[in-house]
């Protein structure tokens, strides 16, 4: 379950913020993630509790943004909404693509006080 070390790295990159700006706690966190990024939003959704204990996002309010995947087939050139990685071109059938979209995980925001 690599969700709990993920939601340390958050915690981790919220602290070194608020401490930047002298603050004391985070109030909101804005989360992007991509369906493409291998995070299973659940899961973080599982572990949130116990990697914020005890920090700066204790009573934080957590967003989750979903991204949708999308993708560019190399060989066509047509743009594709993917919901897996190994997605296949619907208009050729091609394996060769670039991911345009979806594989995002930030911070988008931090409200803090």
Do not use: R
Request: charged share 30%; proline share 1%; hydrophobic share 40%.
């Amino acid at each position: 379950m690599h969700e709990l070390s993920i939601a340390l790295g958050i915690v981790k990159i919220a602290e070194d913020e608020t401490a930047k700006v002298n603050a004391d706690k985070v109030t909101k966190i804005e989360l992007e993630i991509g369906v493409l990024s291998g995070i299973e939003i659940d899961s973080l959704n599982f572990v949130w509790e116990s990697a914020v204990q005890n920090t700066v996002l204790e009573k934080a309010e957590k967003e989750i943004i979903v991204i949708e995947g999308l993708g560019k087939c190399i060989d066509c050139d047509n743009e594709f909404d993917m919901e897996n990685i190994y997605d296949c071109c619907p208009n050729c059938n091609s394996n060769f693509k670039g991911i345009l979209k979806g594989k995002e995980l930030k911070i988008k925001a931090l409200e803090v006080i």
